[in-house]
């Protein structure tokens, strides 16, 4: 992680201040600090920590970084800032497979236009930080994915067993720019920053085909709704559009009138109900998505009872369990198969029959690499049969694939040779913990 430089804090800490202290006040001027050496320098070093690709000109890190160019990089992009003569680049369509077999659409803008983007978030998110509710975790500083999680078992805990599950469908492709930009003018109404914004949001997208040729395929300044995500801005507009469910349910305190506690991460969205309340605050939900313009995905949108089956939210399977020990019900709290499955697939991919051309140190690495991410995320709560799970899958494919290598028929000669203990000795591998760190409740089912 890294630190943000005391210039920056301070004018952080001036701003939210200033909006938690007045929350009808507009700013409105601030475009001058987006230009500032220091917040393009920082916003660099962020965007170049997040490690993305090119965009649609094909200019990398690397590129960028090869002998003086980074700072004529951000020399020329604060002179374009500061002349306002800086012009977003289209923006890159690739397409990302799903475990459905379907394909989600990522925007990937030019660095140069993310550098500008991340300055501008430097500047504006402690404003609207200042606003935001307790309920909303999703890319927020010091909130988390776990935090949220948390959410939801307390007051699974307190009695909201009914839950609505609810997803709003084709959120980032749908949000409508007029409403997203009146929403913004709430609290910022410096003109220079909104052209800013409108003409990222009007940005065309653009493909390259396999033919290398690239085309159009959507956005410009007749598109009217939609955020491309994989935008550095768009988490926050995100948050921003859906703050006004937060605000009205916090204002019209509906939680106390409709019994429905509500939790958010980004577009996920989950209302944890007493009994018998999950239809009015259904019909609630659905009316403010309606003045939104937003609708709900029928499909995927459910009402669970968490004390007789499961939900799944940010990636956990969730629901009331029985502790062995007490006989209490507990929130329980583990990884859902299909997050499982996922990091299963990636490891016996990166450890078929074809890669043992590659260097075994780059195969463990990889695998290392992969393997490490998913457990720092998911070594949380109920987690220890879904880690013994994965460790077993791990050392299974990294053995067969040393057999493969070392042209080693038999099954069992495999274990004898590649036994675990010299996998992680002598191979590097990782070792899988398997307990987790809640272990005072375990689930009879």
Known sequence: MLATPESIRTLQRKLYRKAKQDSAFRFYALYDKVYRADIL??????????????????????????????????????????????KPDPVKRVMIPKR?????????????????QMAVKLVIEPIFEADFCETSYGFRPKKSAHDAVDDVAYHLNCGYTEIIDADVSKYFDTIPHANILAVFAERICDGEILRLLKMWLKAPIMEVGKDGKKRNVGGGKGNRNGTPQGGVISPLLSNLYLHILDRIWERRNLQLRLGARRVRYADDIVLLCRRSKSGQAMTVL?????????????AKTKVVNANKESFDFLGFTIRIGQSRRTGNCYPHVQPAKKSLQSVKDRVTELTKRTRTVKPLTWIVNEVNATVRGWVGYFHYRNCSSALKSLRHHVEERLRTHLRKRHKVKDRGAGYY???????????GLYKVPTTAGWTTAHALR
């Open 286 to 298: 659905q009316q403010i998505l309606d003045r939104l313009e937003l609708t709900l995905n029928e």
């Open 41 to 86: 320098s920082h916003a660099y070093r962020l965007v170049r920590a997040n490690k993305g690709s090119a965009g649609i000109d094909g200019l990398s890190f690397e590129a960028i970084e090869t002998g003086e160019r980074e700072t004529a990089f951000l020399a020329g992009l604060e002179e374009a800032l500061r002349n306002k003569t800086y």
């Open 100 to 116: 459905d077999g379907s394909k989600r659409p990522l925007g990937i803008p030019t660095i140069r236009d993310r550098v500008a």
């Open 417 to 427: 040779r590649f036994g675990s203990r010299k996998l992680y000795a002598t191979y």
